[in-house]
């Protein structure tokens, strides 16, 4: 079983500082996998240069719909930054609407980057809660038919639903995402803006979140997978110890 950390690049001491917690605090962590947000500074693929890539597997994001399906850059990008995993996914509308984007489909640009380079190991992503399980677990079939070797999910927060999409996937082929969730107002976010549906028993709080990663990590020991965490302005070491691998 893999481990990922998803680590935020707002600035240079922020990953700096989420490093440091990683090597000091997190010896099962393995991969680092890097979202490309564009209100911070640092792209996601110049976070490699503060990578131990001997220690750790580095997983920057890329948004389809910052690259023309036509030109060479992301493969440029690929090239010049010797990058050996991606994780391709479609991308939100950018907040400046100076910057420019593209109507290239993220199945599209998985297909050509497995043209341009076939050693790299490149992802997609899915979302359990954007729709139906039906439609979505067939967005998730054509990615891999594409040649995604393996899908990143979007956080889970119940572990019946995950359930649901393990029966629907090879559990090997996932990095079962997890978010936790400690204020009401982080809760709201969720349900608003990523249409999340909280189980009944759902508390905002450390001990909940822990014990819910654990039941993740335990399914997948089970059954295959991995897991990667995705911790969002928390207390790290409150929230890490608590977690059992």
């Given at each position: 079983?893999?481990?990922?950390?998803?680590?935020?690049?707002?600035?240079e001491e922020a990953v700096q500082n989420q490093l440091a917690f990683i090597e000091q605090q997190l010896p099962f962590?393995?991969?680092?996998n890097v979202p490309d947000l564009l209100r911070y500074p640092i792209r996601s693929w110049q976070v490699s240069k503060y990578i131990d890539r001997e220690r750790y597997r580095f997983?920057?994001?890329?948004?389809?719909?910052?690259?023309?399906i036509k030109s060479s850059r992301l493969n440029d990008i690929i090239d010049e930054f010797d990058l050996q995993e991606v994780l391709l996914v479609t991308?939100?509308?950018?907040?400046?609407?100076a910057h420019k984007i593209y109507d290239t489909r993220v199945v599209d640009l998985i297909e050509a980057v497995k043209k341009h380079r076939s050693s790299i190991s490149v992802y997609g992503g899915f979302d359990s809660y954007?729709?139906?399980?039906?439609?979505?677990?067939?967005?998730?079939?054509?990615?891999?038919?594409?040649?995604?070797?393996?899908l990143f999910s979007q956080p889970f927060f119940d572990l019946r639903f995950l359930e649901i999409y393990s029966e629907q996937i090879d559990s090997n082929k996932v990095y079962w995402?997890?978010?936790?969730?400690?204020?009401?107002?982080?809760?709201r976010y969720w349900e608003t803006m990523n249409n999340v549906v909280f189980p009944a028993d759902?508390?905002?709080d450390y001990e909940w979140n822990t014990t819910f990663a654990n039941d993740v990590l335990k399914h997948c020991r089970d059954n295959g997978g991995s897991v990667y965490f995705m911790p969002i302005r928390i207390d790290l070491a409150k929230y890490f110890q608590g977690i059992k691998v």
């Open positions: 079983m893999d481990i990922s950390f998803e680590l935020v690049a707002r600035d962590v393995n991969i680092i997983i920057p994001h890329f948004r389809a719909i910052d690259f023309d991308g939100d509308p950018p907040p400046n609407m954007r729709s139906g399980v039906r439609d979505e677990v067939r967005y998730m079939n054509d990615k891999l038919e594409a040649g995604a070797d393996a995402g997890i978010s936790p969730v400690i204020t009401e107002q982080s809760k759902y508390r905002p």
